[in-house]
């Protein structure tokens, strides 16, 4: 870090942030690949030559992108800021009244902290600005009314710049059961908005926003992202003026997305923006993905392995009988099952979906005497005991609905369309906030709960704070707060306590909700096609030790496919692994693999959960090579996956990503997968892979002119296991 007068340089990790502090508001002088040392000379030069040509029919004063731009810069995009005091104060002028920069005694990484005036509507803004050790990059914002009357704030929204050569834009899609569908766009001049209106990121969320050069792939590119960590409704964007952005070609970013009239500040009231991040790399995606898991792992590490999980639903579904769940236990502990989750289908009144929900009390009709001998059961097996829960919802049908329809977060003119027979419970309320802290705590401290699944079905569609005489008011930012809030008093009173983010699978997977819990459910679909992409993507911003991934029966829930145990076994082991089947009915050969599975992925826990993760670029777009390779470079594990038929060659030379070209490494086929469907036949080299003293290699080979692979059957993959010598 170098910082002087009127200028700020920090650098972390390969990256360099340089911000010129001169002039009315802050400038990026350059945010990308680092610089080095540089100092006041190499300032003078960045910003000298940051002045952009004067063209025709263009301002007298060239233009400039600033931190925060507006149109007293002459910039005609996405404004850093909109508001209005009753229809005027409309053309914002900020102003930086004062920089502070604090760096870490070992000079790696820093902060940056702005405060701004901006007189036209009387406001105080301020800025922080942290580059992490990790090279990723964090911005936040917050605004302050000053005078009197209220100030209507429309959004605050963080913008950084990328340079021309970024020509292309990846984000995401999705629905249910299918999340993170790739879509890749040219960044052509004008604004890709996406808008998030559901209460929650959704299951087609943008998830990570990446402008890169031409044909950045997984292993090659140069590419700059962010994200916006933030758990309700969110606005994401990339844009390109025709002029520019200043010496930029276009910008990037995001920020929350209020609705009409929900952030009215009065004299001294303060909004505060949520996260974004941003993170640059000149590795592809994978050298993003490596600075988002580095940085999940250090920002909140785990001083457990995260446990292999055994789920009821997809085993009984809402058909909760003692006798069953207890066989499913005990054939659980047998295969080596470390949590028992029970999930939907315990709580008063819960026989199917229409009923119930609210009522977080034990069905006595049911479970006459508690969960207590279940949970017994589990104990005494030696597992960790986890509990379903959807807090934020509830369905008319039930004792909290009809006691307390003020707590519903609908209009007052009267609820509108159910979503899967549910509605919305306004979690802000004081009464209802303190009958779920008290209920959830209840229940976690009788059953010492080592694990909550938290799951968020709807969507919030006419959410809206019931306000009598003085109308209704918009109320999905208070919502999202407020549950913030309650997974924080949660956690302060059960420390150990584990929650999982689920919303029909993946809806609700972002670094806001991350800072309060401790794994995702990445989707509802446990088809093994299906989830290889799913997790693919999503593994863009999270380690994998984040990702629930459960084996599922053979026909699944979702699709109806028909796949084989050993690439449901392989699928979930490069996650956070589980299982959600109904075992009772399994036979004593698939009993034997997965145990033998259970057994080889807890002990490859350090790897799997610990590794940097590594995807091959491959033409065929039905194969996969991915990997995790230890830190060392010692060991790796990598799956060859063919999801479907396809053209070209079957047989051909693939390298293998991330391996230490220095090494020899050997090369096994692990047995705790059972045995993959190869077509044809095998490659010579294969054969002494399967021996005991394995196929040794040199890294140099591997890396560089890689091996030829087994042509697999369609839904099929093989798990290699590599150990350096």
Same mark, same amino acid.
Request: with cysteine; charged share 25%; hydrophobic share 40%.
């Given at each position: ?18 911000? /010129? ?8 002088? %350059? ?7 540089? +100092? ?25 992108? *600033? ?5 007293? &810069?002459? @910039? ?13 104060? *409309? ?75 970024? *020509? ?7 629905? @249910? ?11 052509? /001049?004008?604004? %890709? ?5 559901? +209460? ?6 943008? =998830? ?35 002029? +520019? #952005? ?24 303060? =909004? ?11 590795? $592809?995606?994978? $050298? ?33 009988? !003692? ?85 519903? !977060? ?5 609820? $509108? ?11 802000? %309320?004081? &009464? ?37 005489? /003085?109308? &209704? ?23 150990? !306590? ?6 029909? +699978? ?57 796949? &084989? ?15 959600? @089947? ?49 830190? /060392? ?81 369609? #839904? ?10």
């Amino acid at each position: 870090m170098s910082a002087g007068d009127g200028y700020a340089v920090l650098r972390a990790a390969g990256v360099s942030l340089v911000l /010129d502090l001169e002039g009315e508001m802050p400038q990026v002088l %350059h945010w990308g690949a680092d610089l080095g040392d540089v +100092g006041p000379d190499g300032v003078a030069a960045l910003r000298e030559s940051g002045v952009p040509a004067r063209v025709a029919n263009s301002p007298e004063t060239p233009r400039v992108l *600033t931190l925060l731009p507006v149109e007293r &810069d002459s @910039w005609s995009g996405f404004p850093g800021i909109e508001g209005h005091r009753g229809g005027t104060a *409309t053309t914002p002028r900020p102003v930086l009244s004062g920089a502070t920069v604090e760096v870490p005694d070992d000079g790696v990484g820093g902060t940056v902290r702005l405060d701004v005036r901006e007189p036209i509507a009387d406001l105080v803004l301020a800025a922080e600005l942290e580059l992490e050790p990790t090279g990723v990059l964090r911005v936040r914002w917050s605004v302050t009314a000053q005078g009197s009357g209220t100030y209507d704030l429309s959004h605050v929204t963080a913008l950084l710049p990328v340079p021309a050569r970024a *020509t292309q834009v990846l984000d995401f899609s999705g629905r @249910w059961s299918r999340e993170r569908a790739p879509q890749r766009l040219p960044l052509v /001049d004008g604004a %890709h908005v996406r808008e998030v209106r559901r +209460g929650k990121p959704g299951l087609d969320s943008p =998830y990570l926003l990446v402008a890169g050069t031409p044909g950045f792939a997984h292993r090659a590119g140069e590419v700059w992202a962010a994200h916006v960590a933030w758990s309700g409704d969110q606005r994401w964007i990339a844009q390109r003026l025709p002029e +520019g #952005a200043g010496v930029h070609g276009a910008v990037i970013g995001g920020g929350d997305l209020p609705r009409p009239g929900e952030v009215r500040l009065g004299p001294g009231e303060r =909004y505060e923006a949520p996260d974004v991040l941003f993170a640059w790399s000149d590795a $592809g995606l994978d $050298g993003l993905a490596d600075r988002f898991h580095r940085r999940a792992r250090t920002r909140r590490p785990r001083s457990t392995p995260q446990p292999l999980v055994l789920n009821t639903w997809e085993a009984v579904y809402f058909d909760h009988d !003692l006798g069953r769940l207890g066989e499913l236990v005990d054939r659980a502990a047998r295969v080596g099952v470390e949590r028992i989750v029970l999930d939907d289908g315990w709580f008063r009144g819960r026989r199917d979906d229409t009923a119930g929900l609210g009522d977080w009390q034990i069905e006595a009709d049911v479970w006459p005497d508690g969960l207590d001998p279940f949970v017994e059961r589990v104990h005494a097996a030696g597992m960790e005991f986890g509990l379903w829960f959807e807090p934020e919802m509830v369905n008319l049908d039930s004792d909290l609905a009809r006691l307390h329809p003020e707590w519903l !977060l609908a209009p007052s003119a009267g609820v $509108g369309a159910s979503f899967r027979n549910q509605y919305v419970l306004d979690v802000a %309320h004081p &009464d209802a906030y303190a009958y779920l802290v008290e209920s959830i705590s209840k229940l976690v401290e009788r059953y010492d709960i080592a694990y909550i699944k938290w799951d968020h079905n709807r969507e919030l569609h006419e959410a809206v704070v019931r306000g009598g005489a /003085d109308g &209704d008011r918009p109320g999905v930012r208070r919502q999202t707060l407020a549950l913030y809030a309650l997974l924080d008093e949660l956690r302060e009173r059960h420390p150990a !306590l584990e929650i999982e983010s689920c919303a029909s +699978g993946g809806g609700r997977i972002d670094l806001g909700i991350l800072e309060r819990t401790d794994r995702v459910w990445t989707s509802d679909c446990n088809d093994p096609v299906e989830r290889q992409q799913i997790q693919r993507w999503s593994e863009l911003l999270l380690p994998p030790e984040l990702l629930g991934s459960h084996v599922g029966a053979a026909r699944a829930h979702t699709t109806n496919r028909v796949t &084989d145990l050993s690439f449901r076994l392989v699928t979930a082991a490069f996650a956070a692994p589980g299982i959600e @089947w109904d075992i009772t009915g399994c036979t004593d050969e698939e009993m034997a693999q997965l145990a033998s599975w259970a057994t080889f992925v807890t002990s490859r826990r350090p790897l799997l959960h610990g590794g940097v993760r590594v995807h091959a670029d491959l033409a065929d777009d039905q194969t996969l090579l991915h990997g995790t390779v230890a830190q /060392d470079g010692a060991q790796a594990l990598f799956a060859w996956v063919r999801l479907a038929s396809s053209a070209g060659p079957q047989a051909a030379r693939v390298p293998f990503p991330g391996l230490d070209r220095a090494q020899d490494y050997v090369v096994r086929v692990p047995d705790a997968f059972g045995p993959a469907a190869v077509h044809g036949q095998e490659p010579a080299w294969l054969a002494r892979a399967r021996s005991k003293e394995g196929f040794r290699v040199p890294g140099a080979i591997l890396a560089g002119a890689g091996l030829p692979l087994p042509v697999l059957h369609p #839904a099929s993959a093989l798990v290699l296991d590599l150990t350096s010598v």
